[in-house]
């Protein structure tokens, strides 16, 4: 009886052990967290004819590993002429693109989030005369990945920026 115990002790540590390999295994997949542009998030971009490119600040140690605040911009404003999407200044909303990074405790991994939000004016209904700018279509979602790989988040970013160009086109179709 004794011997059996100690087997299923053992039987259940590599259970419980396999169990927390995968759910390691899962958070290393970037996911998405939220929302890909529900309706009518994607009408709220309906008559959009300009896009501006905001790409927040990003951590020093970050673009010293290879992910660069102005390479995101870069790849984000050329993303968007290449689908024909009008890039530049405007006063009324813009793509807001953040990737908030954190390197790992011995600086071999990253744990990212990445955020892309259309932030545009919109009106109060109680006093339409006090325009406010709030997010009106958002995705993004958080990964890990080996700090020597940092740069590939830029693939994230493509992703969820492509999926606004997506949101963008149904509302704006090409005339």
């Keep these: 009886a004794l011997l059996a115990g100690g087997a299923m002790g053992r039987l259940a540590s590599l259970s419980h052990h396999r169990s927390l ?11 998405s967290a939220w929302g890909q542009g529900s309706a009518a998030q994607r009408a709220t971009l309906k008559g959009v004819n300009t896009v501006e490119v905001v790409v927040e600040s990003m951590d020093p140690v970050a673009e010293r590993d290879g992910l660069t605040r102005a390479q995101l911009q870069t790849d984000v404003e050329e993303r968007l002429r290449q689908a024909g999407i009008t890039v530049g200044p405007t006063l009324t909303g813009h793509l807001y693109v953040n990737v908030d990074t954190v390197k790992g405790e011995h600086g071999q991994t990253y744990a990212y ?36 790989r940092l740069s590939e988040v830029r693939q994230d970013v493509t992703n969820y920026v492509d999926q606004f160009i997506k949101a963008y086109l149904e509302q704006n179709p090409k005339q």
């Excluded at 390999?21 to 996911?31: D, N, S, Y």
């Excluded at 989030?113 to 406010?132: G, H, M």
């Design 21 to 31: 390999v995968v759910g390691i295994g899962l958070l290393l997949l970037p996911v």
């Design 113 to 148: 989030n990445v955020s892309v939000q259309y932030i545009q004016q919109i009106a109060l209904a109680r006093d339409p005369k006090a325009p406010i700018f709030a997010p009106t279509w958002d995705t993004g979602g958080v990964g890990m990945i080996a700090a020597n």
